[in-house]
C-alpha cells in the first residue's frame, strides 16, 4: 500500500521560534498534499491544500504568513510555523493523494503525525 | 461546501455487541465516502468506503451502508472486540471536483468486557 512519512514525530520549542514538518510519500507520487490540525478530542481540522508546483490552498482562518507550505517536488511537501506560540500547539497531520494504482486516486494516505509542543 | 454531521459523539458497548455510527452529509453531489479509525496519537486509517453507485459494503466484521436519497451512511461493526476502541470518523468528497474530504466529528467508541 501507499505510505506516508512524517517528520519529527514530536517537537518541543520555544515560543517564537520556527518549525518545519516534512511530509513524503514514499512509494507514489503525491499530486496534492493536505495539512491538518488536530486538537485533543476534536477532529481534523484542514489547514491547507497544496498542489505540486502550485501555491498552497489555505482554509478561511488559517494565516498563511504564519503557516508556510511548500510542495515541491510530487514526494515532498514542507509545513513551517513561523513564530510558534503556545496555542500553536497540536497534532499535525499530512496526508497525500496521488496515483497509486488504477482504482485508488481518491484515496487520501495519513502520515503518522508531529506532536508539536511550543513552550 | 460539504457539511458532515456525526453521531453519536461518544458510544460505548460490551464486547460481542454492535456499534452503528450514522453520519449525514449535504452535498448530493459527494460521491465517496471513507471511514476512518483513528487510535490515540496515531494517524487515521482507512477502514472501509463506499462509492455512490452501490448501497452497501461489507467487509468481515465491518460494513457500510449509504442511502443517497437521504444523503446518510452508516457505519456497523458486529461482534466487537477491545481493540475496536478508538476514534471513528467519517468523511464525504465530491471526486468529480477531486477538492477535499470533509471529516465528521468523529465518534469515540468504547468496548468493555
Known amino acids: 500500500g501507499a505510505v506516508v512519512s512524517q517528520h519529527p514525530s514530536r517537537v518541543i520549542c520555544k515560543s517564537g521560534t520556527s518549525v518545519k514538518i516534512e511530509c513524503r510519500s514514499l512509494?507514489?507520487?503525491?499530486?496534492?498534499m493536505f495539512w491538518y490540525r488536530q486538537f485533543p478530542k476534536q477532529s481534523l481540522m484542514l489547514m491547507a491544500t497544496s498542489n505540486e508546483g502550485s501555491k498552497a490552498t489555505y482554509e478561511q482562518g488559517v494565516e498563511k504568513d504564519k503557516f508556510l507550505i511548500n510542495h515541491a517536488s510530487l514526494t515532498l511537501s514542507t509545513l513551517t510555523v513561523t513564530s510558534a506560540h503556545p496555542e500553536d500547539s497540536s497534532f499535525y497531520i499530512c496526508?497525500?493523494?496521488?496515483?497509486?494504482?488504477?482504482?485508488?486516486?481518491?484515496?487520501?494516505?495519513f502520515g503518522p503525525g508531529t506532536r508539536l509542543t511550543v513552550l | 461546501g460539504e457539511n458532515v454531521e456525526q453521531h453519536p459523539s461518544t458510544l460505548s458497548v460490551q464486547e460481542g455487541d454492535s456499534a452503528v455510527i450514522k453520519c449525514t452529509y449535504s452535498d448530493s453531489a459527494s460521491n465517496y465516502f471513507p471511514w476512518y479509525k483513528q487510535e490515540l496519537g496515531k494517524r487515521p486509517q482507512l477502514i472501509i468506503d463506499i462509492r455512490s453507485n452501490v448501497g452497501e459494503k461489507k467487509d468481515q466484521r465491518i460494513a457500510v451502508t449509504l442511502n443517497k436519497t437521504a444523503k446518510h451512511f452508516s457505519l456497523h461493526i458486529t461482534e466487537t472486540q477491545p481493540e475496536d476502541s478508538a476514534v471513528y470518523f467519517c468523511a464525504a468528497i465530491n471526486t468529480g471536483t477531486a477538492s477535499k474530504l470533509t471529516f465528521g466529528t468523529g465518534t469515540r467508541l468504547q468496548v468493555t468486557l
Open positions: 512509494d507514489f507520487q503525491a499530486t496534492t
Open positions: 496526508s497525500a493523494r496521488g496515483m497509486v494504482g488504477l482504482n485508488s486516486y481518491n484515496e487520501q494516505f
